[in-house]
């Protein structure tokens, strides 16, 4: 690292929460809902109104403090050309000082290390923890020379715009795979009989902490392993399952699973991605393929589009956590449809589902890419050279 880069606290180069005066009630507001996940650029969903909450103007930087917001990288810039705007109290608000890029600050605040001594900040209660501003102010940041952040800002820009294309192009192909599942499902007008009928399905296997140990201990699938993009694999826990009970619960590849409790009806299919027994708790339900009467791709395809068209939500009961239940998961109705059709007709959708698999593992990879890049420019550890400069595409 240059002698030229200063080793410092966030609130000593950034004002962090300013104290804005009041906003007229025309002002832009940002709710937590107008910052994408991982995005650059906050959008607004109206006026303020009579709304209280932060103060920020064009090129503040907003952070979630609450989880799972935080968590899940709620992190943006307001646009330029916002102006002074309002926002939801759940933000913190970073405004550069003098000799320090906005945009520099973003992408420091989005990287990996930023990220997580953040969330290691937080305090209060479950499922209600937040990191104050004052506590954000003291993370510690490396500012390097004012050239060196343009250049750092500049790479970053390409990256991040990159993924904002390739994100419009899985929206797309996710948008095309939805009609074709609503084609096929929602304007079938045939005869149809209940779930549990055409497919064999089950609720998974209740769990307590007795069971976290014993002398059968498999992985098993919970409702958080079970996303849009697919099974989730990297934080598989485990419980005891005697062998009665492996046989009952244990999956086999092309099982459909579905979430019964939380986020309801998020459905994937198992692929047997991980040797042995591998069972699944009672936040899922398996539904298998009946050979006479149905295929491992027409239970996955109905069940998502299921999710899409809002049968399984209008199913669902609870306050706080919604619930399938399993009673009204196996009496929904299932069109009726040969197997020797199924497999026909699926095949356009799962086709696109195919190539939206294949586009958010691009994604995937160049998030990943981006992690390492930033990680390493930030710290110095990788410098690009002066000549560059002749490169820069605007930046301020």
Not at 60 to 73: H, K, M, S, W
Not at 136 to 142: C, K, M, R
Not at 237 to 257: I, R, S
Request: overall charge negative; some cysteine.
């Amino acid at each position: 690292m240059s002698e030229e880069w200063i080793e410092t606290k966030l609130g000593n180069i950034a004002i962090v929460s300013p104290k804005d005066p009041p906003l007229p009630e025309n002002a832009p507001f940002i709710t937590m809902a107008d910052v994408d996940e991982w995005g650059v650029w906050a959008a607004q969903s109206g006026p303020k109104g009579s709304r209280g909450g932060i103060r920020a103007q064009g090129s503040d930087v907003l952070v979630a403090r609450i989880t799972p917001c935080l968590e899940n990288g709620k992190i943006a810039m307001v646009p330029r050309d916002f102006g002074a705007v309002g926002g939801s109290t759940e933000f913190i608000v970073i405004r550069a000082d003098e000799g320090v890029l906005p945009e520099f600050l973003f992408r420091w605040a989005t990287s990996q290390a930023t990220h997580s001594a953040a969330i290691g900040l937080m305090t209060g209660t479950t499922g209600r923890q937040r990191v104050s501003g004052k506590d954000f102010a003291e993370l510690p940041i490396t500012l390097p020379p004012l050239a060196v952040q343009r250049r750092i800002v500049d790479l970053m820009a390409h990256l991040d715009n990159h993924l904002a294309n390739m994100a419009v192009d899985v929206n797309s192909v996710l948008g095309l795979t939805r009609a074709m599942r609503d084609e096929l499902f929602g304007s079938f007008d045939g005869p149809s009989v209940p779930a549990s009928q055409m497919f064999d399905m089950l609720l998974g296997r209740q769990k307590s902490e007795r069971q976290s140990v014993g002398d059968y201990v498999c992985p098993y699938l919970r409702a958080a392993n079970i996303g849009e993009e697919g099974l989730r694999l990297n934080d598989v826990q485990t419980m005891n399952f005697e062998p009665h009970e492996q046989q009952k619960y244990g999956l086999v590849p092309d099982d459909v699973l579905i979430v019964e409790g939380g986020s309801v009806g998020l459905a994937a299919r198992w692929e047997g991605a991980i040797l042995g027994t591998v069972g699944f708790d009672k936040h899922v339900i398996r539904l298998r393929a009946r050979p006479e009467l149905s295929s491992s791709e027409y239970g996955l395809q109905w069940a998502k589009w299921c999710r899409e068209a809002g049968v399984f939500e209008a199913q669902a009961t609870g306050i706080t956590i919604k619930a399938l239940g399993f009673g009204r998961a196996s009496a929904l109705p299932v069109p009726v449809i040969p197997l020797s059709e199924q497999e026909r007709l699926t095949a356009p959708s799962a086709g696109a589902e195919r190539c939206l698999q294949l586009l958010r593992s691009e994604v995937k990879s160049l998030q990943s890419l981006r992690t390492s890049m930033l990680s390493l420019l930030l710290s110095g550890d990788i410098v690009i050279p002066d000549s560059y400069d002749s490169l820069l595409s605007g930046v301020a």
